[in-house]
């Protein structure tokens, strides 16, 4: 159908009428009358004339308000960061620097069970009438804590080499107590003790640490003579538990 419409439409007079009803070809500049063009009336009107209103422009004035800072909110203490505690360097192996972190580990540990544990202590009573009082009323009346040392008099006691003692030791803020065996005397006032370590918080049980500590110690720091301690056979680690028969419960942090 193409092929036979397409030569009929496609003549060179179709062509030329094309350009004729435009004005095109040939040339015709009337080819339009006015009446077609009234519907562009509304729109080809010229705008109205407005009057311009200008604009001063104020100088502009900085105020103090203007350069002032913002201000700063300030940390109340509440929420103050406490950081990490400041040290220094140590020698982490020496005696006085391990004494000083058993401490503050068993301090951590006393903390703890103190919240969950209430000491009573015995109040002293005092009586108005001083003169009748006897003197055996006035001693039971004094006040103790619940834990007593009996502490021996160091100048009381014999001690040799190979013989298990403990030693006192006084801290910043507390008096710690260690089991130790006597290495060598090297005087009557000096002897080398070689310390050992407790098992557990409330054990008769020690055992040599693996870092060997020995350090000379004072004999008047020596408060109590051990008995010879058990070793329990078996194994090759029980071997080297040493079992003392004593209680150690009137002695103070005992390491």
Not at 20 to 39: A, H, R, V
Not at 77 to 95: L, Q, W
Not at 97 to 116: A, F, G, P, V, Y
């Amino acid at each position: 159908m193409i092929g036979i419409s397409y030569p009929k439409a496609i003549t060179p007079t179709n062509i030329i009428n094309g350009f004729k009803i435009t004005g095109t070809y040939p040339f015709n500049m009337n080819i339009f009358s006015e009446d077609e063009f009234l519907s562009s009336f509304i729109i080809d009107q010229p705008l109205t004339p407005t009057s311009s209103n200008t604009i001063t422009v104020k100088p502009n004035i900085m105020t103090p308000e203007d350069i002032q800072e913002f201000p700063k909110v300030s940390l109340s203490k509440t929420g103050k960061c406490k950081g990490r505690k400041k040290g220094s360097s140590k020698i982490f192996t020496s005696i006085p620097t391990k004494r000083q972190i058993e401490e503050e580990i068993q301090d951590h540990q006393l903390n703890k069970k103190q919240k969950s544990r209430k000491t009573h202590f015995i109040s002293r009573k005092k009586s108005k009438n001083t003169k009748n009082e006897s003197p055996e009323s006035s001693e039971s009346e004094s006040s103790y804590g619940v834990h007593d040392e009996t502490n021996e008099d160091p100048q009381n006691l014999s001690i040799d080499e190979n013989d298990f003692v403990i030693v006192r030791f006084l801290g910043k803020k507390k008096i710690s107590h260690s089991v130790g065996k006597i290495e060598k005397k090297i005087s009557s006032s000096e002897c080398e003790s070689n310390f050992l370590r407790k098992r557990g918080l409330n054990s008769s049980q020690f055992i040599y640490p693996e870092n060997v500590d020995i350090s000379v110690v004072d004999s008047n720091d020596i408060v109590k003579k051990l008995p010879k301690p058990a070793v329990l056979g078996g194994t090759l680690q029980t071997a080297t538990i040493l079992t003392f028969i004593f209680d150690f419960s009137s002695f103070e942090n005992v390491i």
